[in-house]
């Protein structure tokens, strides 16, 4: 889970994949503004098929909140 996860990040902000961890903060560590999340939650949702709210789009601060989230 956390591979398909770490590649779509790695593909929405273009950052390195060794730069995405668990622990990887998406506003912090990656700058994710309010449409940059609203973009991620789009293509997760294309990729899981599981929508994602805005209560909990907002509830997703690092990495490992959107892997509890889809596992």
């Not at 995405?20 to 912090?28: A, R």
Request: hydrophobic share 40%; charged share 35%.
């Amino acid at each position: 889970m956390f591979e398909k996860i770490k590649n779509i990040i790695c593909e929405q902000f273009a950052v390195d994949e060794d730069y995405v961890t668990p622990d990887t903060n998406l506003v912090e560590d990656l700058g994710a503004d309010s449409l940059d999340m609203v973009d991620l939650a789009m293509t997760l949702e294309d990729e899981f098929l599981q929508e994602v709210s805005d209560e909990t789009l907002k509830s997703f601060e690092t990495v490992s909140d959107i892997i509890d989230f889809y596992d």
